[in-house]
């Protein structure tokens, strides 16, 4: 909706929210269907109020799990995005294992790090990295590579070092690809976390909420831990989003703002 006023891009997800609401109502009370199989959006909205101080708090714990491991991912994957770039020998021997490595499932690789590293944060952490790191190591690469090689000649011969190629050229062509790469990966990494939790929890977070929900048949809890996983998601997009619309003024105005002004004259 790139032609939409700011209103409309909030009062479309909010009628769509409301659709869906509406239809899981109006389905729970047609046919009939047992509250411990489906319980219903009333059912969902009081046991999130009973047990709100509980939802939140695990709600806050996944997202620092989320955040700390998101960052190290996806700063992990763009300094090897980079070495990869500005080396043949290393991008060959690197890419096959970072291809090969995505065949292994990461519940496989959580039951692993839960053995090595114990049941702390760090084990978390660490799944949720791997979540964001291969993707933005592709995305990354696949910019870097796209630089026209006429405009990196034309700079070289005006004389510019290595390190202003890469920050007015190069760089600037990561930003479209990197943050595909992330907002794919802002989702993707909640679900990393939950399975961390899963694995490697021993207090807190949705994720163990929403297993110890499921153990006792609790499905409003479940359903609860859901809504929040969901909120959670869309919480990781909208950041992604804000970020990009800090790093990347001239998608949205033609004037570019004023600390981002004196970035690029540095």
């Given at each position: 909706?790139?032609?939409?006023?700011?209103?409309?891009?909030?009062?479309?997800?909010?009628?769509?929210?409301?659709?869906?609401?509406?239809?899981?109502?109006?389905?729970?009370?047609?046919?009939?269907?047992?509250?411990?199989?489906?319980?219903?959006?009333?059912?969902?909205?009081?046991?999130?109020?009973?047990?709100?101080?509980?939802?939140?708090?695990?709600?806050?714990?996944?997202?620092?799990e989320?955040?700390?491991?998101?960052?190290?991912?996806?700063?992990?994957?763009?300094?090897?995005?980079?070495?990869?770039d500005?080396?043949?020998?290393?991008?060959?021997?690197?890419?096959?294992?970072?291809?090969?490595?995505?065949?292994?499932?990461?519940?496989?690789?959580?039951?692993?790090?839960?053995?090595?590293?114990?049941?702390?944060?760090?084990?978390?952490?660490?799944?949720?990295?791997?979540?964001?790191?291969?993707p933005?190591?592709?995305?990354?690469?696949?910019?870097?590579?796209?630089?026209?090689?006429?405009?990196l000649n034309?700079?070289?011969?005006?004389?510019?070092?290595?390190?202003?190629?890469?920050?007015?050229?190069?760089?600037?062509?990561?930003?479209?690809?990197l943050?595909?790469?992330?907002k794919?990966?802002?989702?993707?990494?909640?679900?990393?976390?939950?399975?961390?939790?899963?694995?490697?929890?021993?207090?807190?977070?949705?994720?163990?909420?929403?297993?110890?929900?499921?153990?006792?048949l609790?499905?409003?809890?479940?359903?609860?831990?859901?809504?929040?996983?969901?909120?959670?998601?869309?919480?990781?997009?909208?950041?992604?989003?804000?970020?990009?619309?800090?790093?990347?003024?001239?998608?949205?105005?033609?004037?570019?703002?004023?600390?981002?002004?004196?970035?690029?004259?540095?």
């Amino acid at each position: 909706m790139p032609n939409s006023s700011p209103l409309l891009r909030v009062l479309y997800p909010v009628l769509a929210l409301a659709l869906v609401v509406a239809f899981w109502a109006f389905a729970v009370d047609f046919y009939a269907i047992p509250r411990y199989v489906m319980p219903s959006p009333q059912a969902v909205a009081m046991h999130i109020v009973e047990d709100w101080q509980t939802l939140v708090a695990g709600f806050a714990m996944t997202f620092m799990e989320f955040l700390l491991g998101f960052i190290i991912g996806a700063g992990a994957g763009f300094i090897f995005a980079i070495l990869m770039d500005s080396s043949g020998p290393v991008r060959g021997i690197l890419y096959p294992v970072l291809i090969a490595s995505q065949a292994v499932p990461i519940i496989a690789i959580s039951a692993a790090l839960t053995i090595w590293l114990g049941f702390g944060l760090a084990p978390k952490l660490v799944i949720v990295a791997l979540v964001v790191f291969f993707p933005v190591v592709v995305n990354v690469l696949d910019g870097l590579s796209s630089v026209d090689k006429d405009i990196l000649n034309l700079v070289r011969s005006m004389g510019a070092s290595r390190l202003s190629i890469f920050r007015h050229v190069k760089l600037p062509a990561t930003y479209t690809p990197l943050f595909s790469a992330l907002k794919l990966s802002a989702t993707f990494s909640v679900t990393g976390a939950v399975i961390a939790e899963w694995t490697a929890s021993t207090s807190g977070g949705i994720g163990a909420y929403l297993l110890q929900a499921n153990s006792r048949l609790n499905t409003a809890g479940t359903f609860s831990a859901i809504v929040f996983l969901a909120a959670l998601g869309v919480v990781a997009f909208l950041l992604v989003v804000f970020t990009e619309w800090l790093l990347t003024p001239w998608k949205s105005s033609s004037k570019a703002r004023p600390w981002s002004r004196a970035y690029w004259k540095g």
